[in-house]
């Protein structure tokens, strides 16, 4: 019977090709080994991550203001192009 919840499905010699080798077995957080190497680590107060991502965002705020007032002064011009059209009287286009 094949299983519901299994996101792939292996043939029979595959499996059992698979099942001869083990998976890696991480640290545990609370080894004494992982716990001694995160005190010689050195700090790290991530303020340049902060600053990347405050001028990324900076840049794109302004790059959305500047083709926003493209877009406003192209329907701008727009409109009031066609409005010169529109009172314009036909004789007069001569």
């Not at 716990?35 to 902060?50: C, M």
């Not at 059209?85 to 004789?91: C, E, K, Q, T």
Request: hydrophobic share 40%.
């Amino acid at each position: 019977m094949p299983r519901v919840h299994a996101t792939q499905h292996y043939e029979h010699c595959r499996r059992d090709d698979m099942l001869q080798y083990e998976a890696f077995n991480y640290m545990p957080g609370h080894s004494n080994v992982y716990k001694q190497w995160i005190r010689q680590q050195r700090a790290r107060y991530n303020w340049d991550r902060w600053f990347v991502t405050g001028v990324i965002g900076v840049a794109i705020g302004f790059t959305g203001l500047f083709m926003q007032q493209i877009i406003l002064s192209a329907a701008h011009f727009k409109w009031s192009y066609t409005d010169h059209f529109i009172h314009v009287r036909p004789a007069d286009l001569d």
